[in-house]
Nanobody, 126 residues
Framework: QVQLVESGGGLVQAGGSLRLSCTAS????????MGWFRQGPGKQRIFVAA????????DVGDLVKGRFTISADEAKNTIYLQMNSLKPEDTGVYYC???????????????????WGQGTQVTVSS
């Protein structure tokens, strides 16, 4: 059974940092990419960052570019999201997702991902 488990969320003051982790288990051999999405209260799920398996691809959303960094440890089936200079508008539930295909035009779209974690809450206070 495929599972994605996120961790590292919490409450932080504006300007602070957090590091999220997501580990995949169960049938991970066909992973092609993994990503992070954010959903704020009453808002749609938006793209944050993605990383391709076997190298050659990383992407960071325009709203967080220069502040957030995505990385992967493929041997551990784990990705990380280092979030610096956090702002109150970064508040939301952060979801980890796993893609079985790597179609670049779909990597910023939730429909490009097959499996999702339960999410971890990030709250940034002003």
């Amino acid at each position: 059974q495929v599972q994605l488990v996120e961790s590292g969320g919490g409450l932080v003051q504006a300007g602070g940092s957090l590091r999220l982790s997501c580990t995949a288990s169960g049938g991970t051999d066909n992973t092609r990419a993994m990503g992070w999405f954010r959903q704020g209260p009453g808002k749609q799920r938006i793209f944050v960052a993605a990383v391709g398996w076997n190298g050659g691809y990383t992407d960071v959303g325009d709203l967080v570019k220069g502040r957030f960094t995505i990385s992967a440890d493929e041997a551990k089936n784990t990705i990380y999201l280092q979030m610096n200079s956090l702002k109150p508008e970064d508040t939301g539930v952060y979801y980890c997702a796993r893609a079985l295909t790597r179609i670049l035009s779909m990597m910023r779209n939730p429909e490009g991902y097959t499996y999702w974690g339960q999410g971890t809450q990030v709250t940034v206070s002003s």
